[in-house]
Nanobody
C-alpha cells in the first residue's frame, strides 16, 4: 500500500521560507510521479510542482522561481523548498503520487491516485 506523509508546514512571515517533506513508502512501480499540490480556502486544489522517478520536473509559472521540488531516492523523500512566501501561498499542501502519464507529469491533480493528509502552511505577519 502506497503511503505518503507530509511534514514541515507551519506559520511563516511574508518573504520567509519553508521546506516541506513527503516521505513515501510502498511503491510497486519504478515509473511514477510525485507532486505537491495545494488548496487554499474557497479555492480549487492546484498543482505546485511534480517530479518523475527519472528526475524530470514540472513547475507552473505561478510559483516558478520561488518553489523548487527535489527528491532523495535513498530516503524515499520528496521535498518542496518554498522561498519568498506570500500571503496568497497560504494553503494546505498535499503530497500525491501516480503512475507516469502525461497528466501526472504535468501535475494534473485529478490524475494522481494516492494522497497524503496534507500539511498547513500559513503565511502571515
Amino acid at each position: 500500500q502506497l503511503q505518503l506523509v507530509e511534514s514541515g508546514g507551519g506559520l511563516v512571515q511574508p518573504g520567509g521560507s519553508l521546506r516541506l517533506s513527503c516521505a513515501a513508502s510502498g511503491f510497486t512501480s519504478d515509473n511514477y510521479v510525485i507532486g505537491w499540490f495545494r488548496q487554499a480556502p474557497g479555492k480549487e486544489r492546484e498543482g505546485v510542482s511534480c517530479i518523475t522517478s527519472g528526475g524530470s520536473i514540472y513547475t507552473p509559472d505561478s510559483v516558478k522561481g520561488r518553489f523548487t521540488i527535489s527528491r532523495d531516492n535513498a530516503k524515499n523523500t520528496v521535498y518542496l523548498q518554498m522561498n519568498s512566501l506570500k500571503p496568497e501561498d497560504t494553503a494546505v499542501y498535499y503530497c500525491a503520487a501516480g503512475r507516469f502519464t502525461l497528466a501526472t507529469m504535468t501535475c494534473r491533480n485529478n490524475a494522481m491516485t494516492n494522497w497524503g493528509r496534507g500539511t498547513l502552511v500559513t503565511v502571515s505577519s
